[in-house]
């Protein structure tokens, strides 16, 4: 397995590329990044920690990205204080167009993993410029608010996170549908009151005020938990094992979407999104779905008029 990262440098290519080490995902692992010293410093550092696998480490550029299996692309313009994660969809145009241009000269069959924000347009723009549009290809990494949708649940309900499951569909962003019909504890299903449903919904908008407020201190972003659902995702491939994990996908009416990519539970193995599990929602989840597939829509169409592309 080959899997190359662009922005291996930074906080979530760098924190990927650990996680994918050192459970040993790779047998080769190609890190990009336009910082060399930067980079540099973690080829050395990361083929020390992980000298006794057997497996090649080695900083590239985009040509040696050719016949990877699995790109993870996590590249994009410096980021100040984000206050909607839509701004950088021009500032990241430009280098999406070229990068997907070497993946498909490349390595045209690799599953493309996009982590640069805004996801699900760019994700959707990988999936545009690319040769065969093959939507199985592109997954847009949108985990993270799963993940935080099951830690709030766990927390008002006042049990250990691991116990707690429920995922997130739509827009990586405000946006986003709470699946509160998902929400389960050891595997069974919960009721909810609107007082619990409110207290998270609450929530949603100030993870990323939160989020940056941090940032403005310590420069960083979710580079852990990123690197926990971006190894989970290169397991799930590598390992062909259909896991559910929520992904923003390309869609083909699943959801009522078409042509547009947002987060769904996805079913992942060895061609990416091998197929998408449709829950069955409430009438107000299917809603607020709608309202986010609406919202994402103008992006969508902003992808198809900007990028020249014939699909
Ligand atoms: N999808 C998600 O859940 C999620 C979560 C957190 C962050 N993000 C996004 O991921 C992206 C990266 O975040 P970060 O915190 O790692 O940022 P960062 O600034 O730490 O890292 C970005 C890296 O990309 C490199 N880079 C820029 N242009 C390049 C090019 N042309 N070729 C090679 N390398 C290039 C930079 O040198 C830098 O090292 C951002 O767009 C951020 O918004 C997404």
Redesign the pocket.
Known sequence: MKITI??????????AAFNIASHALADELVM????ED??KQHILDLSTAMSEKDMIIRAGN?EDMKDSNIVIM??????GI?TS?ME?LTA?LS?FK??AGKITKLCPDSVVI??????DPFNYAMYLLSSKHDRRKFI??????SFRFRMMAADILNVRPHRVKGIVIGE?GETQALIFSSLRVDGKPITVTEEFRQKIKDQIPNILKT?EAH?AKT?????W??AM?LATICRAIKNNAREIIPC?SILDGEYGARDLSMSVPAIIGKDGVQNIKILKLAEDEQEAVTKSINHLATYMNYMKENLGTKK
């Open positions: 662009i922005g291996a440098a930074g906080c979530i290519g760098s924190c990009i990044d336009g910082k930067a980079l985009l996590t590249a994009g313009a410096p980021q984000v994660r950088f990241n280098l070229d990068i996009t982590v640069t924000n805004p996801v847009g990494y949108s985990a993270n608010d990586h989020m940032k420069g960083r972003t979710a580079g938990t990123c659902g923003s």
